[in-house]
């Protein structure tokens, strides 16, 4: 029955990765830090599958928030070891981290979701009520974390002086779990499914959930561990390509959200988008509403300026994304042009951040 639910290369994967990494700790070399590479991606297409079982138990939308949390510990882990790592050159990781982040679950994500989607099934319908309450909170984040900075005078440059800082790493916390009690409490049925969705399906044993859950958590700090080891090989090619630091905030958010972005496209391939938008939304407000309340927090307790505030190109493409996010998904119903004008802002994003 495990093996039904369970393959083998699932379980072999977290093993295969710290079995690379205790080697690599005893005697680092390249080909090490090149197996540990593709140990990560193993990891991480192995937590997708572990993830999926523990939702399929849980049942939509908790499972979206397991997910969710699972990879933000990934994120916080990662950004927090390189600034501890490198506190100088690192204080505007966070807020590049978390705008990449964005920028690819509102438009890379939810894009691919609604071009693969409408290829398939032409039209997919999706509650409203949820995904606009996901959308007015994950606004109020972003520009509070990544704008309003920049507004303030207590502290010079983009940034919050530090009870500023606490304050915003309070509140965003606080509207993070009021949202997450809304949608799997108070108003679970605006982030659900219809009734008949996967009503035919299986649901795996709780065993299984169980052990799925250990793997998971195996996975993961594999994937934090990986990370970081091969984050000096990473920063030295960005800086030996001659682009941007900022594109390190784009390499972090593309590991962190590979499980959830093939969980959320293999959902809206199935015509099952109401699943894509909570685990691609939910995501979102994980990566600003838990990482900035640690990372604040780590900061003030080590005396550390955080640049949060964006430049001027980058808050024009983060109000056009919201802009475009609340009006291609405000009907309730999308087709491949809304997933292609995502899309578009996308490719945008990623151009002028490698060519600014």
């Not at 030295?236 to 905030?249: H, K, M």
């Not at 292609?340 to 151009?351: D, G, P, Q, S, T």
């Amino acid at each position: 029955m495990i093996r039904r639910w369970l393959p083998l290369w699932t379980w072999l994967a977290p093993l295969c990765a710290w079995a690379l990494l205790a080697a690599f700790a005893a005697a680092p070399h390249p080909a090490l830090q090149a197996a540990i590479g593709v140990a990560l991606i193993a990891c991480v297409l192995a937590a997708v599958h572990q993830a999926e079982i523990i939702a399929h138990r849980l049942g939509q939308p908790l499972g979206a928030v397991v997910l969710a949390l699972a990879v933000t510990v990934i994120e916080v882990a990662l950004i927090v070891a390189l600034m501890l790592a490198e506190p100088q050159e690192t204080t505007a990781l966070a807020r590049d981290t978390i705008f990449a982040e964005v920028m690819i679950i509102l438009n890379g994500v939810v894009g691919f979701c609604l071009v693969l989607g409408g290829t398939r099934h032409h039209e997919q319908a999706f509650g409203v009520h949820g995904v606009s309450a996901a959308l007015a909170a994950l606004a109020t984040l972003a520009v509070m974390i990544l704008i309003l900075p920049n507004a303030t005078i207590q502290a010079p440059g983009p940034a919050y002086s530090p009870s500023q800082l606490a304050f915003v790493g309070i509140v965003s916390l606080v509207l993070y779990l009021v949202f997450v009690f809304v949608q799997t409490v108070r108003h679970r049925n605006y982030f659900a499914e219809d009734e008949d969705e996967g009503a035919d399906e299986a649901v795996p044993p709780g065993a299984v959930a169980a052990i799925c859950l250990l793997l998971l958590l195996a996975c993961l700090g594999a994937v934090v561990l990986s990370a970081h080891d091969l984050a000096p090989t990473i920063e030295a090619t960005i800086d030996a390509a001659g682009v941007p630091r900022a594109v390190l905030g784009v390499v972090i958010g593309v590991i962190v959200l590979l499980p959830e972005s093939l969980a959320a496209l293999k959902a809206a391939f199935a015509d099952r988008l109401q699943t894509s938008l909570n685990l691609a939304l939910g995501s979102a407000l994980a990566s600003i509403g838990l990482t900035i309340p640690v990372v604040a927090a780590v900061a003030l307790a080590q005396g550390w300026t955080l640049a949060l505030g964006l430049d001027l190109k980058e808050m024009i493409l983060l109000a056009l994304s919201l802009l475009v996010a609340i009006t291609s998904l405000g009907t309730g119903r999308t087709t491949i042009l809304q997933g292609a004008v995502h899309l578009v802002i996308f490719a945008v994003y990623l151009f002028t951040t490698i060519v600014p």
